[in-house]
């Protein structure tokens, strides 16, 4: 006999308010960290050096993780404040498993909704943080483009103009 699972009033407002708060602290930590990366380059412009622009979407990268760890942190703490998990370190891993969507099943029934709604919420934060390190990324390899470009030109127009020169003496003889 399958176990008959109800879902609760205070599961869907609790978790409506946790989806809420993930979202507010991934809005406020993707716009901070945009900011961040702007005032660098504004501060270091123009930010031409490979390593430069790929230390810049490595700092990104840790920041987006950082954010989402705290994200994971919100829901542990409400889990352990609420009995669900018997301590951080597992209320940790188990949000952090969920939030990646790889695992379920750890909550008591009385919070089973929120296994569901941390598992969206972690896809929605992570295609979130997907589009900004795709758009930073995509900057950092346009400035790169440009770069090269721009090295190669004065080479291009010199090597052309040679072979112009030598095609029109060859033309001559």
């Not at 969507?101 to 709604?117: I, M, S, V």
């Amino acid at each position: 006999m399958m176990d008959f699972y109800v879902i609760k009033l205070h599961e869907i407002l609790w978790g409506g308010l946790l989806v809420a708060i993930t979202m507010a602290v991934h809005g406020t930590g993707m716009f901070s960290i945009l900011r961040l990366i702007e005032a660098i380059k504004k501060r270091y412009y123009p930010v031409d050096s490979f390593a430069a622009g790929l230390g810049l979407v490595i700092l990104a990268s840790l920041l987006i993780i950082i954010t989402n760890i705290i994200e994971v942190i919100v829901w542990t703490v409400f889990f352990v404040l609420k009995g669900a998990q018997p301590n951080h370190s597992a209320g940790f891993y188990n949000a952090m498993l969920n939030y990646t969507t790889l695992q379920a099943g750890y909550l008591p029934a009385d919070w089973r909704l929120l296994e569901a709604l941390l598992g969206m919420a972690g896809l929605l934060t992570v295609a979130w943080s997907t589009g900004i390190l795709y758009m930073l990324a995509q900057d950092f390899q346009d400035t790169q483009l440009r770069v090269l470009k721009r090295k190669r030109e004065p080479q291009g127009e010199a090597t052309l103009s040679s072979e112009r020169g030598a095609s029109a003496g060859s033309k001559r003889d």
